[in-house]
């Protein structure tokens, strides 16, 4: 692993367009055109590369550019690159719900079932790929100013219509014709050696940026460890635990902010960012409970809704949970020692949030009503976001020990969930190990969590969660890589239902999944 232990995907191999516009002199004359320009542009490859350059690259990720997958603009140049990764994948996988009874339900208006009760199986083995493009430019202006933006374009699957097809029909094509794609980081950045580096969009946080994937062990497996990995997949979602880390998480970096990175100092620089609220849409916070038609967007105009995420006081329980002002500071540290190099950094982040106007009376477990709402009990009203998180990686040899945790009020009920009133604190940790040599790596990480858990259980129960992820890859060539991990995790909560998502229940409290899967990814 190099110095500054940048190990993620997002510094590592690119397909880079290096802008080569240079003076020349030419005579003119009436008889004759001027001689053609040289080409703007001019395909590199690099022979080093291990990975694609993302959305974020050595360019954009600090005050002063390092060396890495995308070449590094001079003065008066445009890097313009287009890097794209194609992976393939074949898995088994079990879980409590690959056998699944399940009650029927009736329908409304009838003596029909709405759903139909019985056993449900899944098959243990499938196939699975996926897409994604990275879009991007880096600059370097006559006076040394730094500039440019990154794209991070993912492919989607989503229900489809009648008129489309549907999930569950026999044929392929109406599953494919209702893929999309999406739009998952956007940003701008301007930067200076000597001044420090500011990006403004939907953009990783200071968390993330310290963290790189580093601390956080993502690097474990190319498909980025267990922050949502391409192993756990396969596993129903209900069965694993969210990633309870904000780092190089789609909970940290969806939201639209302004991050400020300074110059580094003997190895040290600081870091600050500010999001108004989880929002990162043009329009109005996707305030959607209006009549009137946007004439710029085509959209529907509306006043604060459930579904407005720039809402700061509601009556609708659905927006308690919002968070406000989110922002954070943080430091970081990265040297050597002798022949051990080390990352170390540590963010505080801290939220409002919205201010809830509505009553206490919204359900819970059996016998748990408005009325008996009381000290230690759940009011319908949520904490700030207030909490800690911290990392360290040690390299030495090509063998990487690492580390990163977070506490203080924050939960797993959904990733980055504020903590109910009345509720507990979260603490989340995860530890592992990499080895690298030459071409071929291997890693190991375990995961812990315990938080709240369902707010309808404050004062009743809480929840319990860890996860183990071996992985090795195998750089067979310059954009083409080999790949095999396994999952395994366990979820608890009593009075929890993890079927059904509902509290009172005493089936389905403690679950379990696994996968096992091996993989190829082609990327350019």
Known sequence: MRKYLMASAATLGAVAMAGAASAQTTTITTTAPPAAPPAYTQGLIPTNAVNIGGANNNNNYQADFLQGGVVNPTPGTMVIHLNVGVVEEMSLQSSSFTTFHQAGTAAPNGPTFATAGGTYKQNPQSFQGYVRIYPGMDAMATNGLRYGAGVEIRENWGATTPAGGSLNSTSSSSVTSNQTIFIRRAFVYAAGANWGLVRLGQADGVL????????????????????????????????????????????????????????????????????????????????????????????????????????????????????????????????????VAILAHGSYMGSGIVDYTGGTALGGPAGITATTFGPGKWNGKYKPLSFFQGGVAVTVAGLTFGGLVNTGALNNNGQGSPEPNGGVSQTAFIIGFQYNIGAFSAGLAYEQADSQGSANLVGISQRHEWGINPGVNYLVAPGLKVFAEYFYGQRHQGDFNFATGSAGSSAYNDVKGQAFLVGSRVYW
């Open 208 to 339: 993330g940026i310290f963290d790189n994937g580093v601390t956080s062990m993502q690097s474990v497996s190319p498909s980025g460890g267990m922050n949502g990995s391409d192993v756990q997949t396969p596993i129903v979602s209900n069965a694993y635990m969210p990633f309870p880390f904000f780092a190089q998480n789609g909970i940290e970096y969806g939201n639209d902010k302004i991050v400020y990175l300074s110059p580094s100092f003997a190895g040290v620089d600081v870091g600050l960012e500010y999001a108004p609220s989880n929002n990162n849409a043009e329009e109005q916070g996707l305030c959607t409970n209006g009549t009137t038609t946007n004439p710029k967007t085509g959209g529907v105009l509306g006043v604060n809704a459930a579904t407005c995420s720039t809402t700061s006081s509601s009556p609708l329980p659905g927006d308690a949970i919002r968070y406000t002002n989110q922002f954070e500071v943080g430091a970081r540290y990265q040297g050597t020692l002798g022949p």
